[in-house]
């Protein structure tokens, strides 16, 4: 086994053990004590360095997790001020990277929604021309999104075409954010797909019927590997795409848009698969697979679409 293969391990493990200890309240800070929220700046910043694929591991065990923090737009956001004049980065960079400040990201052209956007201190814009700041930031213009049902990561929407703004990025720096934003938001529906597999597996071992465990069944048994086989490719290619975003391969745009569009389109419908094997307790609203089914529909919707990524696919591809 490779040597990263190792530290990406001993990482997954570390993070797993502590979102166990810490539960799904927790905040932005407890994990920018860990340094995750300053996976994509470098170190003479105060971050640990541009590490998209330890971003990748990192969301991926917050979606186990149900982790409901604003962890996405905080460390998309200190990123996209790494690169900001000089003084609007002193000025809020270190809140960002400490996790006394929060952060909320989002695509022009796509729908305006941000992870807790009625407690975020700061929005940033990822356009074709570039890194917005919005300043003024004006919290009557955002309203509760009603269309998505996350209950652990409430979701809000605003009016972004209104809002007075700064540009502090360049057009390049925008669009390799926003790809990164793509992959934590698909590495984050694995996670909750990867979950949502576990406890079905740990369930149907145990649930007997006709005098024999539900997952002897064979039907059963290829229906569970179709899910595990799901689980593996998705985080395969979203893995793929997180090292050539680290390499800056030329491949990077097409790979990043073509793992969104994959997740995007078949995680939800893998942990509703998961929920139509559980039985009658699948279908009970309080049970935790409905909370990794919420969380895998917001995904999908948060940072674009499958729809979006395609037609991206199919722009840098020259289709």
């Known amino acids: 086994m490779a040597d990263e293969d190792v530290d990406l391990d001993l990482l997954r493990a570390s993070a797993r053990e502590f979102l166990a200890e810490r539960g799904e309240r927790g905040t932005v800070k407890d994990l920018a004590e860990m340094d995750w929220t300053g996976l994509l700046v470098d170190e003479v910043m105060g971050g640990t360095g541009w590490r998209p694929v330890e971003a990748c591991v990192v969301a991926e065990e917050l979606g186990r997790a149900q ?7 905080t460390t998309i956001g200190a990123a996209a001020l790494a690169s900001a004049p000089g003084d609007l980065r002193q000025q809020l960079l270190p809140g960002l990277l400490a996790g006394t400040a929060t952060a909320g990201v989002a695509i022009v052209g796509e729908p305006a929604r941000i992870i807790r956007g009625d407690q975020a201190d700061i929005v940033l814009l990822l356009g074709s021309n570039g890194i917005h700041l919005l300043r003024d930031l004006d919290r009557d213009r955002f309203e509760l999104d009603s ?6 990561r409430t979701v809000w929407r605003f009016d972004a075409k209104a809002a007075p703004s700064a540009v502090i990025g360049s057009v390049e720096r925008a669009d390799e954010l926003a790809a990164v934003a793509r992959l934590l938001v698909a590495a984050d529906s694995v996670g909750a797909v990867s979950m949502a597999l576990e406890r079905l597996t740990a369930y149907l071992k145990e649930r007997i019927a006709f005098g024999a465990p539900i997952a002897s069944f064979q039907a059963i048994q ?3 590997v179709e899910l595990l086989v799901f689980e593996v490719k998705a985080r395969a290619v979203v893995m793929r795409a997180a090292r050539a975003i680290a390499a800056a391969e030329e491949r990077a745009p097409l790979l990043t848009a073509a793992a969104h569009a ?3 389109a078949k995680a939800a419908a893998a942990v509703d ?3 139509q094997l559980s039985g009658g307790i699948g279908f009970t609203w309080e049970y935790p697979l409905h909370y990794e089914l919420r969380r895998a529909f917001t995904n999908g919707h948060l940072i674009g679409t ?4 395609r037609a991206l696919v199919a722009e840098v591809s020259g289709w």
């Open 262 to 264: 994959f997740v995007a």
């Open 222 to 224: 290829h229906r569970l």
């Open 273 to 275: 698969e998961c929920m």
């Open 67 to 73: 982790d409901g923090s604003a962890w996405l737009g």
């Open 147 to 152: 269309d998505l049902l996350d209950v652990t």
């Open 306 to 309: 499958a729809r979006s990524s």
